[in-house]
């Protein structure tokens, strides 16, 4: 007897249980082909490496929110940061790490809102601007401002990679630490979370990703949010840049090319659609989640690292198909 109240049960529709239940099974094959997995160092590994990785699925989720899509943000980052970078050094200025980021976010709104000109401007389809943009940035940044890899990162950046909120070592010897860096992704959750569920501008967002023309007949600034929207992730992205390139304590112009592949996996496997009008934080963290978590077990599993792209591409496949295929026998039933 449970006093009359049902039993909680799992909703196999969703995306957030579907990943969370996947995210447990291979924590579970890989700690039993590599008891050492379960370890705090390991923890401690999944966590850094989702500090790039997270930033960047937060910008995408509104993108496809809004009922949009972008795949220039690893650009965006990229030239934000080595611009950045090469400034600070080419100068011999040492400015303190937080004008270096601002810097770096400043740039990277900059190249978002040439995207949002195109969008919202031109009303062009956001694929196709986004995949010129990272073309143009891209093309721009190796042609015009560099090509060679920045070993002597300003003295700042090496000071904020250095900045460690939790270190330890564990009764086997192994030493774990996590940078002050994730402080960061925790901050743009938290705020994006507010902006979208407690702000008129994130109901808003919403409301343009169901659909653009209701949007406009009722009155809602459709061009105000999708500039938004763009120089949001073009901010994201110029912070992402930059904390990889201080945690890496090297600016590489060629870095963070084709993430772009896992970051919108990640947003996907947590729910967002496609057409827009529905995306979670929770569902979103859970995909970097999973992300980050195939990219390392299968290292520790031994196999190729040739193979991640092709788990991610089957967890997109699954991870979209079945919600999609029992919605669509759930709507059978009721019809």
Not at 30 to 54: C, E
Not at 57 to 86: K, Q, R
Not at 274 to 298: F, H, K, M, R
Request: hydrophobic residues 55%.
């Amino acid at each position: 007897m449970n006093g009359g109240r049902a039993m909680p049960r799992l909703d196999l529709t969703r995306n957030e249980t579907l990943v969370a239940l996947v995210v447990v099974a291979f924590c579970v094959v890989t700690a039993i082909v590599q008891p050492n997995f379960l370890s705090l160092p390991t923890l401690f590994d999944l966590l850094r490496g989702s500090i790039v990785i997270g930033i960047f699925a937060i910008g995408v989720l509104l993108v496809l929110i809004s009922g949009g899509i972008d795949v220039s943000f690893t650009a965006i980052a990229a030239f934000a940061m080595y611009t950045t970078t090469l400034t600070l050094t080419s100068l011999g200025i040492n400015i303190p790490w937080p004008l270096a980021f601002l810097m770096s976010i400043a740039i990277g709104t900059a190249l978002g809102l040439l995207n949002a000109v195109f969008i919202a401007g031109f009303r062009l389809p956001t694929l196709i601007v986004t995949l010129g943009t990272l073309s143009l940035i891209r093309g721009f940044l190796l042609t015009f401002v560099g090509s060679q890899l920045i070993s002597n990162m300003p003295p700042s950046l090496r000071e904020f990679s250095r900045l460690i909120m939790v270190r330890g070592t564990t009764a086997d010897g192994f030493f774990f630490s996590l940078p002050w860096a994730f402080a960061a992704l925790v901050a743009v959750v938290v705020g994006t979370w507010f902006l979208l569920y407690r702000t008129m501008l994130g109901r808003t967002i919403f409301a343009i990703g169901g659909s653009v023309e209701s949007a406009r007949r009722i009155g809602i600034p459709v061009r105000g949010a999708q500039v938004f929207v763009y120089a949001y992730v073009g901010a994201l992205s110029g912070l992402a840049g930059i904390i990889h390139a201080s945690l890496a304590r090297v600016a590489n112009p060629f870095d963070l090319v084709g993430l772009e592949l896992s970051v919108i996996a990640a947003v996907v496997l947590g729910g967002a659609r496609l057409a827009g009008g529905y995306g979670t934080i929770t569902g979103t963290l859970l995909g970097v989640a999973l992300i980050v978590l195939v990219n390392n077990s299968l290292i520790l599993l031994g196999i190729p690292s040739t193979w991640q792209m092709v788990v991610i591409g089957a967890l997109i496949l699954v991870g979209t198909g079945v919600p999609a295929y029992q919605a669509k026998r759930a709507a059978l039933r009721a019809g």
